[in-house]
């Protein structure tokens, strides 16, 4: 077998081995309930609410504010009237809090960060609780902070 030949075939197998090493990696990934997300879930794409927005309802008391954050970062300042509800922690902290979630006609989660994902991860764990009317403000804590609107800090009252 020649050189030329010899290194063909050796390319022509890396790029076999390439592809179904790709193929497989992006299955394996599509049956793992947390895989990496490619594109936006079915609904996500128009779920966010602009800033402006948000801030009209939580002047006029119409949506309820979760905060995906950690209970630390809540506690060091988080949206006037906002419940924390980290998504790893929805498990526990969603019975407590599914009254109150039921209650409201729109909820609006939030993280912070521009590529923060908690926000969407929460709502889509709130959507698989039968939840509809999701909104998420994205960089949320940010650009409420900066745009001067009302922030608090402390623990969350578990109570009303």
């Not at 793992?32 to 801030?55: K, N």
Request: proline fraction near 4%; glycine fraction near 12%; include cysteine.
């Amino acid at each position: 077998m020649s050189a030329k030949r010899f290194w063909k075939k050796a390319v022509i197998q890396a790029a076999v081995v390439l592809v179904l090493s790709c193929v497989a990696g992006l299955a394996a990934n599509a049956l793992r309930s947390d895989g990496l997300r490619f594109l936006p879930e079915p609904g996500q794409e128009d779920g966010f609410v602009p800033l402006g927005q948000a801030g009209e309802l939580h002047r006029a008391g119409a949506a309820l504010f979760l905060d995906a954050r950690s209970q630390v970062e809540f506690e060091e300042g988080h949206i006037a009237g906002a419940l924390n509800l980290p998504p790893e922690e929805f498990g526990f902290y969603y019975d407590l809090l599914a009254e109150r979630i039921a209650g409201a006609d729109v909820v609006i989660t939030y993280c912070d960060g521009e590529h923060c994902l908690l926000s969407q991860d929460l709502g889509r764990l709130l959507r698989e609780k039968g939840h509809q009317q999701i909104r998420i403000l994205k960089n949320g804590w940010s650009l409420w902070r900066e745009a001067g609107l009302p922030v608090l800090s402390g623990a969350m009252p578990l109570g009303g």
